[in-house]
């Protein structure tokens, strides 16, 4: 287990958001020029056109009916890195937008960003992100160098005492990631059949519970502690400490639970071409290339 890595993540996890602790297994076992203003808050509803004309590909698929397997990063030859961005929505985060508390948890200057520079990346959405937010996730999946992939619906614990997440019934587990698998390939574009548990614990059971829907488990190895930074700085120095050929880095793109994020991105970017580490989709860091 990697649990001292995400100490620090405790406390933010208890008020909704997303950390990155370490998975938890039991020895036992589209444009440039896009605006940047906050998005307003859409109806849950599937998008009403059709889906962009881009093949829909396919990657991190694995046998049906076995236990999926659980990545923290690629091959380390080459020089290849995954930018992957977890998009959380919970409940309670959502009434804190409908209240009008919070603006908004999706944050278009990295994608502003990410755009400008052609840097791919790899999406973790919610199905009630996705949700809220449909032209957004449009905008990701119109995008060939992104790739979308599955956090989850309302990003429940698929274990007890995962930092303060809700805990999701067992009986539960399979239904909702394929219920947000269904909403995510109605928006087309790169699809996979990746997955990211909320705060990356699992344990047997819950990756027993997955083994129909054949994904492939992806944790991390590179967590940057963006959730709920105050400064910019930090999360640069734990991503740029960590890095190493074919490492998965872990990201938000969740705005007010992870305001830092978009002032951190530029120097991250800088430091991995400085260390002559290139961004690749998640698919191709994982393939070796």
């Known amino acids: 287990m990697k649990r001292a890595r995400l100490a620090t993540l405790v406390a ?24 940047t203003a906050a998005p307003t808050a859409a109806p849950t509803t599937a998008p009403t056109t059709a889906p962009p004309t881009a093949p829909v590909v396919v990657p991190g698929a694995t ?44 944050n278009l200057r990295i994608l502003d960003q990410l755009e400008r520079g052609g840097v791919p990346a790899t999406f973790f959405l919610t199905g009630m992100w996705v949700e809220q937010y449909p032209e957004v996730t449009r905008r990701i999946a ?5 790739e979308l992939a599955n956090h ?26 394929d219920k947000t698998f269904n909403i995510i390939m109605a928006y087309g574009g790169r699809q996979t059949r990746y997955f990211r548990f909320p ?28 959730p709920f930074a105050t400064r ?40 991995l071409r400085a260390r002559h580490l290139q961004p690749a989709l998640l698919s191709e860091v994982l393939a070796g290339g």
Request: aromatic share 4%.
């Open 142 to 146: 119109e995008n060939d160098r992104f």
């Open 199 to 226: 705060g990356l614990c699992h344990d047997p059971r819950a990756l027993d519970s997955l083994a129909p829907l054949g994904v492939t488990v992806v944790d991390g190895d590179v967590v940057s502690g963006d």
């Open 63 to 106: 046998r049906r009916g076995r236990r999926p397997p659980v990545v923290d990063h690629g091959p380390r030859t080459g020089n290849l890195v995954a930018l992957t961005f977890d998009a959380d929505l919970t409940v309670s985060m959502r009434a804190a937008l409908d209240s009008g508390k919070v603006k908004s948890y999706a």
């Open 12 to 35: 933010i996890l208890l008020v909704g958001g997303c950390g990155s602790p370490a998975r938890f297994v039991p020895p036992a076992s589209p444009s440039a020029g896009a605006s």
């Open 232 to 271: 910019w700085q930090p999360i640069v120095n734990a991503v740029l400490t960590k890095v190493r050929p074919g490492s998965v880095i872990i990201l938000h793109v969740t705005e007010a639970n992870a305001r830092m994020t978009d002032d951190a991105l530029p120097h991250i970017l800088a430091g």
């Open 152 to 177: 989850t619906y309302d990003h429940g614990a698929f274990v007890d005492n995962c930092y303060g997440l809700p805990r999701l019934p067992p009986a539960r587990m399979r239904s909702d990631v």
